[in-house]
Every structure is written in C-alpha cells, then in structure tokens.
C-alpha cells in the first residue's frame, strides 16, 4: 500500500520531520502494536485519523505482550520491516544492548528532536507537554532518550463502594491510620450503627484481598516508601546513590539503607499480617482474575489492582447485568510521614483535605501547624501534597513507543507520534481505552460521563494538577543488569516476594527489611561487576 506525502510545509504541524518542497510516495507506516489489558479497540481509530488527517496510510500488526517481538524485530535489521514499535516490555537492557550495532549509533532511534517539537495545537513541545517525572523517566543513564510514553496506567487500591456503603461507611480513609480504623470495622462485622453486615450468600465481608502474586501489594506498598522519603530518594535507591556520594562515584550498597523503605514494609505488615485479621484468607490461593471475581461478589472491600481490571472483570459483570460500583481511591499517606514532619495525624488530615481540594480546582484555607511558622508551614504542605498526589504506575515503565533507527519511515513515525500526543489522538485513545494519559491532555466531562465509574475514578485522580507518578526506574545499570529490584525478595521468589512472608508472621518488617539489604551487600561485588563497574 502507498500514500501520497503531505506538502511539507502544512501548516498543521503533522510533517516536521520530512522536508520541504513536494511530495513523494513512500511505503506505508507499519505500526507493531502490543496488546495487554486494554484491548486493541483504540488501534484502528487512531491509524484511521492519523491517515484522514496525513494521507499516511498505516498497516498494522499486533503482539501478545512477548518481550522477545520487539528484540528479535529491533535487532533483525535486513528482515525488519516495522516503522513503529508500542510495547509493554521493559526496554533499557534492550537499548543498551542495540548500541553501535551494523553502523548505527544504536538499532534504536535516539529521538531528542522529537521532544523538542511542538505537540499539534499545543503551544508546548512534546517533552513539555508530558505530566511530571515522565519524560525523566524515558531518559537513559547516559542522558539519551529512546522511548516515548504512551500510556501511564493507573494502578493501586481499589475499593468496593456497595461493601462500604452496607457497613455505613462514608468517608474513603485519607491516610493509613484511617485506613486501618475502616479495615477495624469490617473485620467486625457490624455496621457503623451496629447491624450484622455479610455478603448476600451470608459469608463474612473481609477488609483486603488480593492476588497470590507480590506484583500486586507493588502497586501500594511503594507508594508509601515515596510518600516518607520522597522521589528523588527512590531514585537514588536505583542508582544506589547516597546522599553525599562524590561525581561519578561507585554505586553504594549502603544506599539501599532507608527508613521509608522500611516504613512502608511496616505498614504493608499491619494491613495484610493473618492475625490481624483483615486480609480475606484464600487471599494466597488466588490467582488475579479469581481475587477480582471475590471482590466484585462483595466478599471483600478493598483490592490492589490497575485500571486495566475493567477489561479484566468488570466489564463483563455489567454485561451480565450485575449492580457493581468499584472505584479508585487516592493511595492513603502514610500517617509515619505526620511522626516524620513532627505534626500530629489530626493535621495531616486537614493538610491532605486543602491538597485534595486546590488539585481538584477547588478553594481552600491554607492548613497551619501548632508550632510551626509559615516558612515552616510551607514546606510540610508542599511535602505532604507530593505525597498525597503520587500515583503508582508501575506499567509506565513498560508502557514505551520506540522507532528503530534504519525504518524507512522515521518521518511518518514521527509524524504519529506527534498526532498520538495532540487532542485529537488523546480523545480517541481515552474513548477507546480508558486508560490514563502520560500527556497534560485534559478528559472532557461529557467524555468522563461515559466511563464507568471505575474508570472514571482512575481519569479523576490522574488528572488532578500537580500529579507526579511513582515509575520504577529501570533506566540504571545496577538496575537492569544487576537486577537490583525493589526488593531482594523478588529475586528469591518473584511470585510472592516478601508478602507472603508477611502474611504468615514467619518475619518481622524490621526483618524482611534487613534480609533485603543484607542480600544485596552480600553480593554486592558481583552486581558491580555485572553493571559494567
């Protein structure tokens, strides 16, 4: 299949990377895209608008999320016909591995130019029009940029609203005190007004459940490690970075030392420990689809999952005609951070109220601390609205468009991405998806409306102002090729981690928390050497 080329001078923005003067025919954009949770239902909509608005005809092929599609495709250079890979792989390895290979800089194109172009109707450049910590995020340890984001899934807690309403309760729990208090009334089994409370089938309602998998309590407890020591730490915990570490120092195993770290694993510990009862007790014995399928019948109020569960499971409960209402919740702050800023939990909770408010665009009294100045003031608020406004998108990592640097068709590639990013690709990708957007692209209301509203609470919190994303950051050599993870647990048993070890009692936090560590120094020479050092 052929097209036409645009004159390259339109002024719409869509042919930057061409040229001027003419027109040429040229081979079709052959676009690779990865389908995962959310369908392929947004792809051929997007080529259709892409091509009515270019005249760039676009083929097709699709993927079952198998990271060896895109290395075998990148680096098969003669066989390779592919302009424009979207994946859901992680990628670092896999550029660094592709460097200075059959006389090119890297097998992946390097796309600086890109993010310095203006998005289509937008008085921003690409680089400038995505949210917080996202296009850092693209960055490789070098400084280069490969990738470009193109989802930023939601994932966290989600809780049941018809369960929570049969028990009186109200107010979604701000901060992990509360939480606890809500999960203290469930485990009761009476209402707020003291009426028995069970499912419709009479069985006990449990507070938490989840999957026999750790890579779903990774959507909250981290969270709660970023909330205490904030983002910037984190990442020095994937450079292995200390905070007095001299220009081009070794990577330091005593960097992995951190009290927020150990913090969110006390709290993960206090949530889903079996003697404190709030955990449902085949919680271990589910896969994801079967823990979603009990939380959805009522058996249980709160969940860890991502947006993509719409896909999974609820929508086919609304096919069948089922009364359901899940939705996101604002991961609960860390009451530890209140011990950490020296303020009491009362005053976190009115400071999270003036955040919750003022991101939404809403009006609010600035809160005020007993015995703090209004310096002081200012800087617990604007801690404690990083906290609060954090949002786990531990997919992000994955979720990555990448052109390979021989294509014939990096110019229409380009092109795409470009129209990808601007309202009207944006629009059709919501519609299509629901998933989040890595872009400042606003949800229109009437759109909003049509969503369900699970997927209407994940759009809601990913779209206040100021949201900034936890992404684990995969772009270090320690990390990718030493594989230090966010914890050393996943390296014994990737399936349960340390959870699992939670759950049962069979460790202390303080425990799991200086195996973790420990492991690591231990073979912390090996890592070194397997990074490059």
Not at 203 to 219: D, M, P, Q, T
Not at 263 to 276: A, T
Not at 320 to 344: C, Y
Request: charged share 25%; net charge negative.
């Amino acid at each position: 299949m052929k097209r036409l080329a645009l004159a390259l001078c339109a002024t719409t923005g869509m042919a930057l990377f061409a040229g001027c003067g003419g027109s040429k025919e040229t081979e079709a954009l052959q676009i690779n895209w990865t389908i995962g949770g959310y369908g392929r239902a947004y792809c051929q909509p997007l080529m259709d608008a892409f091509t009515a608005k270019t005249g760039i005809e676009c083929e097709p092929t699709y993927d079952d999320n198998s990271s060896s599609t895109i290395t075998s495709k990148i680096g098969s250079v003669k066989r390779n016909t592919i302009d424009l890979f979207f994946t859901q792989v992680p990628l670092f390895s896999n550029i660094a591995a592709q460097a200075n290979k059959n006389g090119y800089d890297n097998l992946y194109l390097e796309l600086s130019d890109l993010y310095d172009t203006k998005v289509p109707g937008k008085d921003a450049t690409l680089k400038e029009y995505l949210k917080d910590g996202m296009y850092e995020a693209q960055l490789t340890d070098d400084g280069k940029v490969y990738t470009v984001p193109w989802i930023a899934p939601m994932d966290g807690l989600v809780y049941n609203k018809k369960v929570l309403d049969s028990f009186g309760i109200t107010d979604i729990p701000r901060t992990t005190d509360e939480f606890e208090s809500v999960l203290k009334q469930i485990k009761s089994g009476l209402s707020v007004s003291g009426e028995p409370v069970t499912t419709e089938n009479g069985e006990k309602v449990s507070g938490l459940i989840s999957a026999n998998n750790s890579a779903y309590w990774a959507f909250v407890w981290p969270t709660w490690w970023a909330q205490y020591e904030g983002m910037d730490n984190v990442r020095n915990y994937f450079m292995a970075k200390t905070a007095d570490a001299a220009e081009n120092s070794l990577p330091d195993w005593n960097a992995l030392k951190q009290e927020g770290k150990l913090v969110s694993i006390e709290e993960l510990d206090r949530f889903i420990n079996k003697n404190n009862g709030y955990m449902h007790p085949d919680s271990l014995n589910r896969d994801h689809l079967f823990s979603q399928i009990d939380f959805l019948d009522g058996k249980a109020a709160f969940i860890p999952t991502g947006d993509w569960m719409e896909n999974e499971s609820t929508k086919a409960y609304r096919e069948e005609g089922k009364d359901i209402d899940v939705r996101f919740m604002k991961t609960p702050v860390t009451s530890r951070l209140a011990v950490k800023l020296n303020i009491t939990e009362a005053e976190l909770r009115a400071a999270i109220d003036y955040v919750d408010a003022t991101s939404e665009g809403k009006t609010g009294t600035a809160p005020t601390y007993a015995g703090k100045d209004a310096v002081a003031a200012e800087k617990i608020t604007a801690e404690i609205s990083a906290a609060r406004l954090l949002v786990s998108s531990s997919q992000a990592a994955l979720d990555r468009a990448v052109i390979p640097a021989y294509s014939n068709n990096i110019s229409a590639a380009k092109e795409f991405l470009l129209f990808y990013a601007s309202d009207e690709g944006q629009k059709i990708m919501a519609q299509y998806s629901g998933a989040a957007s890595p872009f400042r692209y606003e949800v229109s209301q009437e759109l909003l409306n049509g969503f369900t509203t699970f997927t209407r609470s994940a759009l809601e919190i990913c779209g206040r102002s100021g949201v900034g994303y936890w992404i684990d950051d995969m772009k270090y050599p320690i990390r990718y090729k030493a594989n230090l993870l966010i914890t050393y647990w996943n390296s014994i048993n990737y399936q349960r981690g340390f959870e699992e070890v939670l759950y049962n009692g069979s460790k202390t936090p303080k425990q799991v928390y200086d195996t973790d560590w420990g492991s690591y120094r231990d073979c912390w020479d090996r890592m070194l050497s397997q990074a490059g050092y």
